[in-house]
Nanobody, 121 residues
């Protein structure tokens, strides 16, 4: 599975961005897909994931209520809608795919390249 992330950029606090992660090479229908992020000087952390089969979603407490993860089966693409952005959301965001809902959070099987999100105060 190859994952291609896009949609990052510079936005003011309170603004919105939508990240996209397009998959190729294999359908995502049997995977859990999600996003992680890594801020400067910090470890990579889980942000959100979605079960491709069931559509169930999970979020880190820090983004719950502000971020929404969704998928488009026909496009084999997952999205992360980010609203009410804060400066602490500044990070490189990585999409990832895992063969189950445990691995997607701890040790994904596949990683995409990162996309930079910068939120100015």
């Amino acid at each position: 599975v190859q994952l291609q992330a896009s949609g990052g950029g510079l936005v003011q606090a309170g603004g919105s961005l939508r990240l996209s992660c397009a998959a190729s090479g294999r359908t995502l229908s049997s995977y859990a897909v999600g996003w992680h992020r890594q801020a400067p000087g910090k470890e990579r952390e889980f942000v959100a994931d979605i079960s491709w089969t069931y559509g169930t979603t999970r979020y880190a407490d820090s983004v719950k209520g502000r971020f929404t993860i969704s998928r488009d089966n026909a496009k084999n693409t997952v999205y992360l809608q980010m609203n009410s952005l804060k400066p602490e959301d500044t990070a490189v965001y990585y999409c990832a795919a895992g063969v189950n809902t445990i691995l997607i959070r701890t040790n994904p099987n596949y990683w995409g390249q990162g996309t930079q999100v910068t939120v100015s105060s």
